[in-house]
């Protein structure tokens, strides 16, 4: 069965970094796609971006210039970084497993736990 | 951007109703929709896939159906453990969600 867990620091201040960790056992993530998406307060939830099973990636236009996937096959995990955070990054961030053919890419059927990210001074 | 638009956002219904909630698209997503429920403190579990199509290991009382821009999930029957948060999300393109319906027992 596979199982994800988010990881990294609870709080980040303003104008800085936050990074996560997304560890994955179970599976390969050599196969399919691999998101983040993320929860703010109220509600609203928010698809970040992906990384593919080769490596490659695809980023939500609105983040484009602050985000990065990237990955380490040989410890199973993806990263996500965001640069220059705002109060407005406070969120909840997920990463989750997609679907791999044009049908079912997009189809998030395993989710991690969550880690819950403050950006505050 | 496509936008989805969910309603109710509150729902109080009693145990053994059938209880429906609606997904609207900003435009024509041709079926790419899908349906996610989220209990209190846990990750989201996705139900419905491609509008109607029932994920393993789901009660068979969820169901979804639409087409063009209007989607709707359906419970046939309440059951106590059924309250949570329902989140549409669609990905004919990019990926998005809608605001989440919350269902409560009256």
């Known amino acids: 069965e596979v199982q994800l867990q988010e990881s990294g620091p609870g709080l980040v201040k303003p104008s800085q970094s936050l990074s996560l960790t997304c560890s994955v056992t179970?599976?390969?993530?050599?196969?399919?796609?691999w998101g983040w998406i993320r929860k703010f307060p109220g509600n609203k939830m928010e698809w970040m971006g992906y990384i593919s099973y080769s490596g490659s990636t695809s980023y939500n236009p609105s983040l484009k210039s602050r985000i990065s996937i990237t990955r380490d096959t040989s410890k199973n995990q993806f990263f996500l970084q965001l640069n220059s955070v705002t109060t407005e990054d406070t969120a909840t961030y997920y990463c989750?497993?997609?679907?791999?053919?044009?049908?079912?890419?997009?189809?998030?059927?395993?989710w991690g736990q969550g880690a819950s990210v403050t950006v505050s001074s | 951007d496509i936008q989805m638009t969910q309603s109710p956002s509150l729902l109080s219904a009693s145990v053994g109703d059938r209880v429906t909630l609606s997904c609207k698209a900003s435009?024509?997503?041709?079926?790419?929709l899908n349906w996610y429920q989220q209990k209190l403190g846990e990750a989201p579990k996705l139900l419905i896939y491609y509008t109607n199509s029932l994920q393993t290991g789901i009660p068979s009382r969820f169901s979804g159906s639409g087409s063009g821009t209007d989607y709707t999930l359906t419970i046939s029957s309440l059951q106590p453990e059924d309250v949570a948060t329902y989140f549409c999300?669609?990905?004919?393109?990019?990926?998005?969600f809608g605001g989440g319906t919350k269902l409560e027992l009256k």
């Open positions: 435009q024509n997503i041709y079926k790419y």
């Open positions: 989750a497993r997609s679907g791999i053919t044009i049908a079912a890419m997009g189809v998030m059927d395993a």
């Open positions: 179970g599976y390969s993530i050599t196969s399919n796609y």
């Open positions: 999300q669609q990905y004919n393109s990019w990926w998005t």
